[in-house]
């Protein structure tokens, strides 16, 4: 392995831990907003949708990768 592909793999890596952080943060962001919608809204049935399917998108796309099967590249 050369020094070259080992900084090139710590780009990644730093690249790939700040997606998670941000995907981790935005997830539980929007489970704040479910909360207090759960709690202050009568009927949250509809309210709460949006976000529920914000976060189903965020972990398709950060966790799971669904974005690679549909690219050209096969990845980010």
């Known amino acids: 392995m050369t020094t070259e592909m080992v900084a090139i793999d710590?780009?990644?890596?730093?690249?790939?831990?700040?997606?998670?952080v941000l995907?981790?943060?935005?997830?539980?962001?929007?489970?704040?907003?479910?909360?207090?919608?759960?709690?202050?809204?009568?009927?949250p049935l509809l309210p709460i949708l949006p976000f529920v399917l914000a976060k189903g998108w965020v972990i398709l796309d950060?966790?799971?990768?669904i974005r690679a099967l549909f690219s050209d590249e096969g990845g980010h």
């Open 62 to 65: 950060s966790f799971m990768h």
């Open 23 to 43: 995907a981790a943060v935005l997830l539980a962001v929007l489970s704040v907003i479910e909360y207090i919608i759960a709690v202050e809204v009568a009927e």
């Open 10 to 20: 710590r780009e990644n890596l730093r690249k790939a831990t700040k997606r998670g």
